[in-house]
């Protein structure tokens, strides 16, 4: 073997060291990489089954439960289980939750008779189903607000006049009852059209003739007209 061929072996022999040599370390510093992971708390990968920290429903349960919601146990009263689910409803909308969510938090909160009815509703859903909001209403509504119930809040709704009422006092009124007759306020201009006929007759002479276009420009030219009444009287 002449000189040449011996420098090209020996080059070799070096570059094949140093391909080792960085194998070496590169195992090396995974190994470092991972102890310090173990020692300083970085999330490791979620086990198969588990719930990823801070994605879980239980940490939204936590705060949901700092506004200590009621709870539900069930009732042949249609107006318990109505002021029930308007309550734990407003203390839903600070967490900002998904519908899906929101539901399954519900859930949380029945007990006896109403968590036996819960049971049969899951057990007759394909596994993995969504809810919607809207379909959970409607579910408990079946259950706890029958026909005859939500039918006498209709034509409470239909019946509704200001009377004695503030103006405040007797849109709250309208808003709340409004949910049982949304087929007969299907568009703004029906809405305010029937806000308007239950008005006394003082205020809605005062705003006949001024051009309203929404359904919150009305309410509030009819708290103004109210106002200007009582400092005339």
Not at 110 to 136: N, Q, Y
Request: proline share 5%; with cysteine.
């Amino acid at each position: 073997m002449d000189r040449v061929d011996q420098m090209l072996l020996l080059m070799q022999q070096q570059q094949q060291m140093m391909v080792t040599t960085m194998q070496q370390q590169q195992q090396m510093m995974a190994t470092m990489m991972g102890a310090m992971a173990q020692n300083i708390g970085v999330p490791q990968p979620t086990p198969p089954g588990q719930p990823s920290p801070g994605s879980n429903v239980g940490n939204l349960f936590e705060r949901f439960q700092r506004y200590r919601p009621p709870t539900f146990a069930g009732t042949h009263r249609p107006e318990e289980a109505e002021y029930w689910l308007n309550r734990v409803t407003k203390l839903l909308r600070p967490l900002h939750c998904t519908e899906a969510k929101s539901v399954e938090l519900l859930s949380y909160l029945f007990e006896k008779e109403a968590d036996l009815w819960w049971e049969s509703v899951l057990r007759s859903i394909p596994e993995g189903h969504v809810w919607t909001w809207g379909e959970f209403e409607a579910r408990f509504n079946v259950k706890y607000l029958p026909q005859t119930y939500q039918h006498e809040r209709e034509n409470e709704f239909l019946r509704l006049q200001q009377g004695g009422m503030s103006v405040a006092q007797y849109e709250n009124h309208f808003t709340e009852l409004s949910r049982y007759a949304s087929e007969m306020i299907a568009s703004e201009a029906i809405k305010m059209r029937r806000f308007t006929a239950g008005l006394r007759s003082d205020i809605r002479s005062k705003i006949c003739c001024v051009n309203i276009r929404t359904y919150a420009e009305l309410v509030e030219m009819s708290i103004k007209a109210e106002q200007d009444e009582e400092r005339v009287t």
